[in-house]
């Protein structure tokens, strides 16, 4: 595989919506992506399907929801992310259908990106590691709900709350994909992400990730893929 075979992603663009299953999906390694992006005076907002409430082993989900949400928001905070909000759909059996689809699509319409990212939707991580169902069912439907979000005959109450249709969307870019195509060049931002997966402390004590080396092995090799120092990879679609 040549060495730079990663195209760089284009920067034309002005907002960003991260679409997401659960707290944490963005921290490891789109995060620093995001903390570029904020720092050029572009606008990220993240939109999380579900609280992560099943996540932490033999916490109650009611105690599990309330922590990670305030995980989430501190960890967005750290990379110049003020809004987050959460769909309450349920973790760990998130619905790929019309429910989900009609969720993204509202709020691509509400807050109207050129850009949107997301989790890998694919079976497997690269090689024999299995992707868990709410990030599949999230990817596929963020896809469709682009599309969704710009058709003012699908989900055509979405207009009777005020939501018109936008069409905007230029790019849905998938982190952690095994089929990347672009990067961002990260360097000088690799630490920032990295305080920002480390704000999910209860998350990384739960399965003990080494956070700082995770994230420096991934940003290291997309970074080898892109002729820098540090990138975060991505797989991008277009409507």
Known sequence: MPATDLVPLPDDWERALALVAHPDDLEYGAASAVARWTSEGRHVTYVLATRGEAGLGDVPPEEAAALREQEQRNSAAVVGVDDVEFLDHSDGVVEYGLALRRDF?????????????????????????????????????????????????????????????????AMACFSGSPLATHSVDVTGFLDQGIRSLHEHRSYLDHVGTDADTWLRTLAEEAGRRSGCEHAVALEVMRP
């Open 105 to 169: 699509a509202g709020a691509i319409r509400r807050h109207r990106p050129h850009v949107v990212l997301t989790l890998n939707r694919h079976d497997s991580w690269g090689g024999p590691s299995f992707n868990m169902a709410d990030h599949r069912h999230v990817g596929l439907a963020v896809l469709d709900a682009v599309r969704d979000a710009a058709n003012r005959w699908i989900f055509r109450e979405l207009v009777a709350e005020g939501l018109e249709p936008w069409d905007g969307v």
